[in-house]
């Protein structure tokens, strides 16, 4: 498949392509495709920008460092002035007045926004299908799904329209449709990237990240969008390396941990291996296994699923019909205003996770779960903690599969629950993950996930490069 | 039968800041509707609260002054109900949940009630920080509207624990805590806008060792006067049910200002389950040791202590210190007499006796009134210079109090300079001796009375411009002779 990078798009802009030749294909691209990666295009905001970028280089201005260049936010990220849904019904139409802070940021750099992609409703899914705008399907087969709840952002990276993307990752939203499309996906260190204007499912979790189609540009639009926001009180106040100088350091002497708990009973033998052929790509580049335990992995899908739940029924509560959302007709009273709204225009996931977040946070069975799930949130953060004390990242599958079926865990949610085994730790722990696509198994796409300590994602990005080195 | 009475009491103190609580948005009231708004205070998708600096300082400085402990690491949490008038379907506050969870920025204060027959222990359970919620409009045609701009506004919210033991003791604790609040400039204090509401847990027992009764809210109390009869009226209302043998439901009750009952809002049993949780969106407060130090050592003069520097300092009697502390704009126009280089005892005569009187008998405030403390120094100079009289005064203030001339304004227009010059009071003197041929025998014959009489004539004759003193010593003289 045709990929498109930062370099490739820049080398094109220096050979005098116009921003709107480059812009309008990438439009062009997205429109033709059927695997319906995009809710929303901006088409004539971004040729219009493009054309004054166009003008802006002719007369020799100094510009940003993705000036031109086309790109891809998820459909949860406000884009001012563009519908943002969340790929949900009781969102369709809604224009925010304001921009996230990332977005802000990416713009500033030059780049061109040109349309919102598809995603699980509020990001609750890992398939993508819950999205209320149509069904993204994976460009390796279209039959099967892109993952979630990311998947149109990795699938306009995977097909080339746009060279970077940005989604959102909760319990593994980048990390899986990076797996499952081939792509490159980072989901920084919990506060890294400011989530204002991230629209919010379980706020402790979320966090913005990249897709791209190599490490370097992932490393390059992290670099951009991470730092402190005044406007997110929990954005970490730490300085920004630029994550780009990392690439070449290579991963001599670098301590590689295997945590038995993510290699055993589950993963897919064929997957195993291939996921085993890319450790070895960076043992093969100097790098050190070292077995590590993080024993209570078994319980942190239970552990998160309560937390994310608890916190999204609260962050849902202000779609309640009485401002920006839609509104049920002939409502009989405010009760059944707020029931028949939320009833008619949140798909049924959402409806689920609402319903037990509500459950989980009621006297009575607070102390039983919430309280509890905070609890072995704790001991996982610790674990990773020891883990780290004997290696200076871990490598793991993102999923025991490859990309499943479109349908096939749709009526059974427990066992979607349980395909984010492999990712779910590392939003609790709060910690930066990269993936980075080693040998598909049967044409479909499989990778690595690397986890390093806080902060530390340019260990990701030395061996994220390293890896991918090896098998170019 | 007669039963004790135990009341703690929930104060709701609007914070004075500059802008809201997570917002920079200004703090308004009163003004067209949804003007000061932005999308967080809308609650509008993706956005994120961020605390306010002077809030946390503000309730900092409350804590300080009641002698209350500050956490370093205070905790917000979430407060779900779905309302109209709750943007994000939850309140960001300090309250509920697991003990663990459970951070407000201030715990353990006191306030030790004395006077008025009171002398009694107020423990101050906590202060807790929480946004406001807006406002639903409901008689403007057939749809409710919503007001936002007071979404967001910074409440502290003050505990105190079961007690207090009569309404006066309840109303005693309510005007000292106002004041306080205003004297630490953290809250404006005015009741009728809402900036200062009050919620009174009221429980009747057997007697002061029976274990607490079950308590009901109280809420909707806008005025002093409204908390006192709202509670007299529970009082009844639950001694009643107790005499006919039954139990009190744990309730909230709203005080119906026009009829002057109280009715039932929800039963514990209906009671919202709000499902408190830590707030994700906020890292915990980190107020450290020297912040603490900073604002103790910018404290403001509290009511007690400015009453006890009164007495000791400036010398005034008990009760007109208490008086003139009571209301902290009272204090600072009295001080500001003494600023203009008035004695404090002449400063204080004429605030008490005639500053309050206008008062009483216009309803203004002290910031309303036409004249400043500095016209009272003015007057109280041109007496001891003697350019007017204290009898002249007291008329000169007024129409002072009228007009808001100054005293030399009013002097000059009216002419009414003091007349020292003894030639002229002579000249008056010697006229009233001509005219009052009688009472001159009179007096010669013994009736010294008299001679009050022919102080009146000749202040009369120089239209109570004479000085006094004057008038008397040469009327001695021309009487002798």
Redesign the interface.
Known sequence: MPTLTLHGARERLSQGESSESLVSKALDAAKSSTNGAFNTLDESRSLDRARELDKARKDGKSLGPLAGIPIAIKD???TEGLR?T?GSKI?DG?K???S?TAVLRLESAGAILIGKTAMDEFGMGSTSESNAFGVVRNPADPTRTPGGSSGGSAVSVAEGIVPVALGSDTGGSIRLPASFCGVVGLKPTYGRVS??????Y???LDQIGPFASNVSDAAEILSLIAGAD?????SARLDVPDFTSALDQGVVGLRVGIPAEYWGEGLDPQVKAALEDGVRRLTDAGAIVVPVSLPSTKYAVSAYYIIAM??A??N?????G???TGRTKDAKS?LDM?SRTRSELFGQEVQRRILLG?FV???GY??AY??KAQRIRELIRREFQDAFRHCDLLAAPTAPTTAWKLGEKLEDPLAMYLSDIDTIAVNLAGLPGLVVPVSPVGGLPVGLQLIAPAFQESTLIRAGRALEKAGD | MAYSLVIGLEVHAQLSTRTKLFCGCERSFGEEPNMHTCPVCLGMPGTLPVPNAQAVEYAIRLGLALGCRIDPNALFTRKNYFYPDLPKGYQITQTGGMPIYDRPICVGGHMHLVGEGVDRHIEIVRIHMEEDAGKLIHDRGPDSLFDANRCGTPLCEVVTGPDMRSIPEAILYLQRLKQIVEYLGVCDGNMEEGNFRCDANVSLRKDDNAPLGTRVELKNMNSFSNIEKAIQIEIIRQAEILDNGGHIVQETRAYDVARGTTRSLRSKEDAHDYRYFPEPDLVPLQVSEAMVECVRSQMPELPEARARRYVDVLGLPEYDARVITADKALADWYEGILAAGTSPKQASNWFMGDVLRVLKETGKSIQDLPFGPGHIAALVVRIEDKTINGKIAKDLFSEMAQSGKTPDQIIDEKGLRQVTDTGAIDVAIAAVLTANPKELEGFRAGKDKLFGFFVGQVMKETKGKANPAVVNELLKKALAG
Not at chain 1, 195 to 200: D, K, N, Q, S, W
Not at chain 1, 230 to 234: A, G, P
Not at chain 1, 316 to 320: A, P, Y
């Open positions: 949860n990220i406000c943002t969340c969102l809604f925010p007045p304001y996230a989530r204002y204007g991230l629209i919010a379980a706020s402790s005044d406007r997110d009180n929990t608890a916190e029924s609260s849902l509560s202000r779609f309640d009485v401002r920006y405010l707020y509500t946070l009621s006297s607070y102390d919430y309280a």
